[in-house]
């Protein structure tokens, strides 16, 4: 008798339409019940599908609304053929990460500290604090009894409520957190947030906490001796976008600007690019002062501030103080 299969969420997001539709494999379809029974957003929408898809397969002369129909048709297709949104998925995917380390962890490896001073139990509190922060923002608050919004005191808010509690207790105001982040990227698209003061785009910001999550996720690892393997080259592409994207703010933070000066960034191996940065005011120039070249994940764990500056392996062709002050600014924005 065979196992029956492990799937993640985002892989039973793709399989919603198929199981509405009752096209899975017993094995399969049991594998899907047990993330439904955890999260009841996707048991919502399976519910949702399966009711339409009752309305396609009756067999009665009743004629379904044709905007149902059309509705599960489309959603069991763009889930066999994979996630369009490509954003969303990644912030499902590290979400899943981080889920996945903290199921990983040995009992007693939650007091052991993580790169950034914290416990791993409390890293735990700390990713919390940040998703229902950002729900709190959204306007779907998933913990009433804190209202901080800055990230550091509303951790230390948090924690002493979590101290006597079983972990499994801040993954769930975690869990729930996302999922109401989710939802809400779902129904708008094309909203923008705030978080940490900024106004960003609605993908801007699931970019943003798909960086903390890939960060903390491998924090945990790291802690309990735990292998950490590199993200989807898809997604590291979007993250290495974004962290390129920010460059000019990330000078501004660390009061390193150069007005009229251009850098061009260089990141190598899967999901790496090329980006100009205008280090001061005004847009980049078509000819940069000074080129940095990097590893993509190097590069990526300097922004998380997971490296120090003086130990990232890159070079520098062009202005050597331009160069300096472009990788001694790139985790100006890190959160802790």
């Avoid at 397969?57 to 069991?76: D, K």
């Avoid at 416990?119 to 608050?141: C, F, K, M, Y």
């Avoid at 729930?176 to 900024?198: K, Y």
């Amino acid at each position: 008798m065979s196992a029956r299969p492990e799937l993640s969420d985002t892989e039973v997001e793709e399989l919603l339409g198929a199981y509405a539709l009752d096209a899975c494999e017993p094995d399969e379809a049991a594998a899907i019940e047990a993330v439904l029974a955890r999260r009841p957003d996707l048991a919502r929408e399976a519910d949702r599908l399966s009711r339409a898809a009752a309305w396609i397969g009756a067999t009665e002369a009743t004629e379904p609304p044709q905007q149902l129909r059309t509705e599960v048709l489309e959603a069991a297709t763009a889930r066999r053929a994979g996630p369009a949104d490509r954003v969303l998925d990644a912030y499902l995917s590290f979400s899943e990460r981080f889920e996945r380390s903290v199921d990983d962890l040995p009992h007693d490896a939650l007091d052991a500290v993580t790169s950034n001073g914290l416990t791993a139990r409390d890293l735990i509190v700390h990713l919390a604090a940040q998703e229902s922060l950002l729900a709190q923002n959204l306007g779907v608050p998933t913990f009433d009894d804190v209202r901080e919004e800055e990230i550091v005191a509303r951790t230390h808010a948090l924690l002493p409520r979590f101290a006597d509690r079983d972990v499994s207790d801040a993954l769930e105001l975690w869990r729930t957190s996302v999922d109401a982040n989710r939802a809400w990227a779902v129904a708008n698209p094309d909203r923008t947030a705030i978080w940490r003061g900024l106004g960003l785009t609605r993908d801007d910001t699931l970019l943003v906490r798909s960086f903390e999550a890939w960060i903390h996720s491998d924090d945990l690892r790291r802690a309990a001796g735990l292998p950490a393997p590199p993200p989807e080259s898809r997604h590291v592409s979007l993250l290495s976008d974004l962290a390129g994207r920010v460059l000019p703010l990330s000078l501004a933070v660390a009061g390193r600007t150069h007005d009229g000066r251009t850098a061009r960034l260089v990141l190598t191996g899967d999901g790496g690019g090329d980006w100009l940065v205008a280090m001061g005011s005004g847009e980049p120039g078509a000819v940069p002062d000074v080129t940095v070249t990097a590893d993509v994940l190097d590069w990526c764990a300097l922004v998380g501030d997971r490296i120090d500056p003086v130990e990232l392996r890159h070079t520098v062709d062009g202005d050597a103080e331009l160069g300096r002050d472009l990788v001694r600014s790139a985790s100006a924005l890190a959160t802790l």
